[in-house]
C-alpha cells in the first residue's frame, strides 16, 4: 500500500473501493441492457414492416416521418449508450487508481512473488471494443429500417 496514507484515508478508499466497482459493473449493464431494448425495438419494426406492408404505396410524407422516426429513436439509444460508456470509463479509472493506492498490483503485498490482481488489468479497459459493437448493431439495424421503409412501405 502507497506509504504516507493515514488509517482515516485508507478506511475511506476501503469504503469507495466497492462503490466504484458496482458502478463500474452497473453501467456496463446498462449500456448492454439500452443496446439490447433499442435492437429489439428495431427487430420487432423491422418484421412488421416485412409482414404488414401495405399493397399500395405510402405517401412520401408518412415515409419522411418514419424514416425520421427511427432515425431520432436510434441517435437518441446511441447517446445514452455513449453516455453510460463515458461514465463507465470515469468509474474504471477511480476504480484501478484505488487498487494502485490500496497496493493490489504490487508484487509480494498479498501473494509472495505475485500481484494480488493482473498487471494487465490496469490496462485492459483501454482495449475494450464493445460499445463499438453496441453502436454498429444499433446503426445496422436502423439502416435495416430505413431500408425496409424506403421499400416496402
Not at 488509517?7 to 458502478?23: A, F, G, I, N, S
Not at 425520421?68 to 470509463?89: E, I, K, M, N, P
Not at 479497459?125 to 445496422?140: G, K
Request: charged share 20%; with cysteine; hydrophobic share 50%.
Amino acid at each position: 500500500m502507497s506509504k504516507g496514507l493515514r488509517d482515516e484515508q485508507l478506511e475511506v478508499l476501503r469504503v469507495l473501493y466497492p462503490l466504484y466497482k458496482e458502478e463500474v459493473f452497473r453501467r456496463r449493464e446498462q449500456m448492454m441492457r439500452l443496446t439490447a431494448f433499442a435492437c429489439a425495438f428495431l427487430v420487432l419494426l423491422l418484421i412488421t414492416l416485412v409482414a404488414l406492408s401495405s399493397p399500395r404505396p405510402v405517401d412520401l410524407t408518412v415515409r419522411i416521418f418514419a424514416i425520421t422516426g427511427t432515425a431520432l429513436f436510434s441517435g437518441l439509444f446511441v447517446y445514452l449508450v455513449l453516455q453510460q460508456y463515458d461514465r463507465h470509463r470515469l468509474a474504471k479509472q477511480t476504480l484501478i487508481e484505488i487498487e494502485r493506492i490500496l497496493g493490489l498490483y504490487e508484487e509480494d503485498l498479498f501473494v509472495l512473488g505475485k500481484t494480488l490482481y493482473p498487471m494487465d488489468w490496469q490496462t485492459a479497459w483501454l482495449s475494450d471494443r464493445s460499445v463499438t459493437v453496441y453502436i454498429v448493431v444499433i446503426t445496422a439495424l436502423t439502416v435495416l429500417v430505413i431500408a425496409a421503409m424506403l421499400v416496402r412501405v
